[in-house]
């Protein structure tokens, strides 16, 4: 429901957020909905007329896409023989595999070290690695579903069971 302007409320329908989904793939409409109804709720002034609504809803949508999509991590690229993430992530020339690896990486290397010393330190390259690879990959399974991630993730602990060690 989005609070207008006078009285009332307008419906958000399924055939909206189906509409939407198809739309606005990078975007998590639940909770821009949510965001959109407590803009309104905080602008009463501001509020949208029944005939606007549906106009203000696809203007925020594709606002947040627009965000999203120039945060996402650009197309093709492969590895280097020697992988250096850091390096890569400038080149701007990665794949979200490529990410997700370094990201993964960086974190067994900070468990690693704090296992051996006893305190959870990173070094300035894994801190840029989770800064860079981070917002991407979130922004990569936003627009997956969660029943896939549910398989993935049942898959991965298979895995782990099995051979004690998760690929990425």
Request: proline letters at 4%; glycine letters at 8%.
């Amino acid at each position: 429901m989005m609070p207008l302007a006078g009285s009332g409320e307008f419906s958000i329908l399924q055939s909206h957020i189906d509409a939407w989904v198809g739309a606005y793939p990078g975007v998590d409409l639940i909770r821009q909905l949510a965001a959109m109804r407590q803009w309104c709720v905080a602008n009463p002034r501001k509020r949208k007329t029944k005939r606007g609504v549906l106009a203000f809803c696809n203007s925020w949508l594709a606002k947040e896409q627009d965000r999203s999509s120039t945060r996402l991590p650009a197309a093709g690229g492969g590895r280097p023989a020697q992988f250096d993430l850091v390096a890569h992530v400038k080149q701007g020339s990665h794949t979200i595999i490529d990410v997700a690896h370094g990201v993964v990486l960086a974190c067994a290397e900070i468990q690693n070290r704090a296992q051996r010393i006893g305190k959870a330190s990173a070094t300035g390259d894994e801190m840029r690695v989770l800064k860079d690879g981070l917002p991407w990959l979130m922004d990569f399974l936003r627009t997956v579903s969660n029943v896939a991630i549910a398989r993935a993730a049942a898959a991965a602990v298979a895995e782990y069971d099995r051979n004690g060690v998760v690929r990425v």
